[in-house]
């Protein structure tokens, strides 16, 4: 279960290693990371909260340098910038553009013929019960309406690799169990790869494919599970519960 | 009666109050027209020289809304520099706060030295007095984009202009039209100290010249045209907000 994978799929990150720097010296957030995410599927990083999972993210997009390390897309190593589009863990809608002016903003920026992009925001907003919602602004919308619309957002960057920065984090439990569903749904349709990153462990068992556990700061990949369950999972079967066990043992560190 | 209709005849109670003391007072004391003129007169006045007020009026309104262009055009170009450059913002801050403490007053006779005695030198007064709560408004707004979104921006792989233009600026609008609600008021106090210190037609004019004809109905009304100027452009500046804020409103539609 903790052997390296060493198969090339559409990302793979080798020994990545960050630090900050701090009084005194560098505080290293994240030590000699490895994975790799094969097209098309579901990764999710799960960890304690602040063990640097974001920092991850934020490497991957290129806001942050590395100390060491490889990252390689696909064939290429650079720019992979332009492989993935990332969702940050605040709110980062637009208040002064409407949910639908919103969800284009990433092919805005890319240039995109607008007309093709609002009516392609169109079909999703219908496609994924968001219609109602086109013409609201943010503070019109409920928490659950804005990260559909930020998530709709993330796709319309026309990217191959979605990061998901616990999208799903400042939501109640009811509008939470709901949009992984929804979640699901959408990453079923539109065949996208993701990585999403959260420290709800059922949340992780639920929707991923394979979920790398993080140890707490710095953090390190303690074990790759990859959960054997038939889609779609429900969280009352039995070996959802012993999966569950295991990975709240991993994240715990008992299970080394 | 509810909240709304309080709120509607609470100020104009205090001012009709206000008024009938004025007109009493002036009328029992028999104080001269000349010292003080009661409402009535002041009103009566206004009415039956509408024409003359109407003429001055727009020369002050034109230069209030050049003043208030001019200063806002130099205010936001100078808080956008200051934002993007910082060493400007360490050369031009004590700067501009030391140019606060020179009296507009002191600097009028100069400008009208170097620009005449035309519309320029008023302008140019407005400019100043409303540049100051532009720029400062101005900076706190193009500053007031968070870095969560900026990171959203860059990971995109919007340009410098981009993020200008789809997240600062839009951004710095609240902030912006904070300060121009200042602004607009100020300009008026720029507009008419310009005309004071020389002119051949404005409100300002107008107020003097009756002042030293003893007209003191006459600048009265005056200074009630310039409320009323005044009050036009807050208003006029506040029919903009609320269309380019509309986002703000929670209601649809």
Same mark, same amino acid.
């Given at each position: ?34 994975? $790799? +995410?094969?097209?098309?599927?579901? #990764? ?10 974001? #920092? ?58 607008? /007309? ?16 109602? /919602? ?76 394979? @979920? ?29 519960? !012993? ?14 | +009666? ?5 709120? !509607? ?50 020369? #002050? ?33 004590? *700067?501009?706060?030391?140019?606060? +403490?020179?009296? @507009?007053?002191?600097? $009028?006779? *100069? ?71 200042? /602004? ?22 107008? +107020? ?15 200074? *009630? ?29």
């Amino acid at each position: 279960m903790r052997q390296e994978r060493t198969e090339r799929g559409i990302l793979e990150a080798v020994g990545l290693s960050v630090s900050f720097p701090s009084k005194p010296g560098r505080t290293e957030v994240l030590s000699d990371v490895s994975f $790799a +995410m094969e097209r098309g599927t579901w #990764t999710t990083c799960l960890g304690p909260s602040g063990c640097g999972k974001t #920092t991850l993210l934020r490497v991957l997009v290129g806001l942050i340098e590395l100390d060491r390390g490889r990252i390689t897309v696909g064939d290429s190593v650079e720019p992979r910038a332009n492989a993935m589009a990332y969702l940050p863990q605040q709110d980062t809608l637009l208040p002064w553009r409407s949910a639908l002016h919103n969800a284009v903003l990433s092919s805005e920026i890319a240039r995109h013929p607008r /007309a093709e992009s609002l009516s392609e925001a169109r079909s999703l907003f219908a496609r994924f019960g968001l219609s109602e /919602a086109e013409r609201l602004y943010p503070n019109q919308l409920s928490g659950g309406m804005r990260q559909r619309v930020a998530v709709i957002r993330t796709y319309l960057a026309h990217r191959d690799i979605l990061l998901l920065d616990e999208p799903l984090g400042a939501l109640d439990t009811l509008t939470r169990t709901t949009l992984q569903g929804w979640l699901l749904d959408v990453w079923r349709e539109l065949g996208k790869t993701v990585l999403l990153v959260t420290h709800d462990v059922e949340e992780a068992l639920l929707l991923s494919d394979r @979920v790398l556990v993080f140890s707490p700061r710095p953090a390190l990949v303690r074990a790759r599970i990859e959960p054997t369950l038939a889609r779609p999972r429900s969280r009352t079967a039995p070996d959802f519960v !012993t999966q569950k066990e295991t990975l709240l043992e991993l994240l715990t560190g008992e299970g080394i | +009666m509810n909240e709304r209709v309080k709120r !509607t005849v609470a100020p104009i109670l205090l001012l009709v109050t206000l008024f009938a003391i004025w007109e009493l007072g002036a009328r029992v004391a028999h104080v001269p027209g000349y010292i003080l003129p009661p409402p009535s007169r002041i009103v009566a006045t206004f009415v039956l020289r509408f024409g003359l007020l109407w003429f001055h009026s727009v020369t #002050t309104f034109a230069e209030i809304v050049f003043g208030l262009l001019l200063g806002s055009a130099a205010g936001f170009l100078l808080a956008a520099a200051v934002v993007y450059v910082p060493v400007l913002e360490w050369a031009f801050h004590p *700067l501009i706060i030391a140019s606060q +403490m020179v009296p @507009v007053f002191a600097i $009028a006779p *100069l400008l009208i030295v170097w620009l005449g005695y035309g519309l320029w030198p008023k302008v140019v007064v407005a400019a100043l007095i409303g540049f100051f709560p532009i720029v400062i408004n101005g900076v706190d707004g193009l500053r007031s984009a968070n870095r969560e979104t900026i990171d959203l921006f860059r990971s995109l792989g919007a340009s410098r202009w981009q993020v200008f233009v789809k997240l600062r600026l839009p951004g710095s609008l609240p902030a912006l039209f904070s300060g121009w609600k200042i /602004a607009a008021t100020l300009s008026v106090v720029g507009a008419t100290i310009g005309e004071w210190i020389g002119a051949s037609r404005g409100l300002g004019f107008l +107020m003097l010249q009756s002042n030293a004809l003893l007209r003191v109905d006459v600048v009265f009304a005056a200074i *009630l045209a310039l409320t009323l100027v005044g009050l036009l452009l807050f208003g006029i500046v506040r029919i903009i907000e609320r269309w380019a804020l509309r986002w703000r409103r929670r209601v649809a539609g």
